[in-house]
C-alpha cells in the first residue's frame, strides 16, 4: 500500500512541475492524464469549405462566433487531442465537440473556439446552436431561423447580437445568462429567461416578439418597439429612449418594476393593483390611462410591482 501511495505522491508533484512550467513559459496552462501526466496541447486551424446555408454546432464549453468574411470558412482553436470535429452534408455545415477525458488543471482550461465565416451577401438559413459555458456571437449575419439551447441544462451561454438581422427565435431558453442585442433587427422572437439571466437591447428593432421572464432583468435603449408581449415575474422592466409602434404590453407578477423613460407612444394604460402608478413626478394611485384608443399604445399591468413614467 505504502508504495502505491508514493508512487501517486510522486506523480502528482510531475503534474504540478509540468503545470507550473507551462504558467512560466506562458504556454498551455492545463495537465491531462494518458499514460502519464502530459501538458496539453492546442492547435489553430483554419479550414476553407463549400457553400453551405445551414449551420449545427454542438459542444460544452465552447465559444462560437459567426461572421461575415471573404468566404466559407471555420476556424477551430481547442485543445489538440479533443478538437472539435466539423463536416458539409445537405447544405448543413455541423460542428461537434468532442469530450475531454482526463483533464485536470484547477480552473484553467480554455474552452474550444469556433469561428465561422460567410462570404458578404450571403445568409444563411437555419443556425441551431447546441452549446453551454460559453460566448456566442453572430455579427453582420442574415439568419432566417435561429435555435440556442443549452447543451447540459447546469449551465448556460451568453448569447451576443451584433449589426445582425434574426428573421426568427423559436422558444429560446435564457438560464443565468446575457442576452445581448446592438444594432439588430429581430422579428418573431419567443424567449424566456431565468435565473438572474440579462437581455439588454440598445439600438434595437425587435417586431411581434414574446418576453418571458423569471428573476430577470429587462433593459431597451434607443430602440424600435413593434408589438411586444411580456409576462415577468420577479423582474425588473426598463425602456428609455425607445419608440413604440402598434400595441405592446408588459405585465408583471409578483416583485419587480417597470421604469419607462423618454418614451414615444401615443397612449398609455398602466395599472398596478397593489403598487402605485407614477406618472412624471406625480402619483396616480393604482393606476393612469391617457388616450387608451390610440393606435400606438403602451399598456403595462403589475400585481404589486410599482410602474414609473417620466
Known sequence: MR?????????????????????IMGGNKSVTWEHGFKVVQRVDETYPLDKFKNVYVEGNDTNVNIRLGDRYKVRINSEKSSAPTYKIKNDTLTVMGQKKKGMIGVGVLENDNITITIPMNESLNNVNLRVAGGDIKISDVTVNNLVKSAK??????????????????????????????????????????????DINATNATILKSHFNLDDSDLSIKHSNLDTIKSLANHSKISVSKTTMMNRNEFKIFGSGHFNGSSLTVDGLNLTSNNGYVRYFDKKYGNSYQNRTDAKNLLVVQTNKAPITIK
Open 3 to 23: 508504495k502505491y501511495f508514493v508512487t501517486g505522491f510522486y506523480l502528482l508533484i510531475i503534474g504540478g512541475l509540468l503545470l507550473l512550467g507551462g504558467f
Open 152 to 197: 447540459d441544462l447546469d449551465y448556460d451561454s451568453n448569447l451576443y447580437l451584433t449589426d445582425a438581422t434574426i428573421k426568427n427565435i423559436d422558444k429560446m431558453n435564457i438560464y443565468d445568462a446575457v442576452f445581448d442585442i446592438k444594432n439588430t433587427k429581430i422579428t418573431n422572437a419567443n424567449l424566456v429567461a431565468n435565473a438572474h439571466s
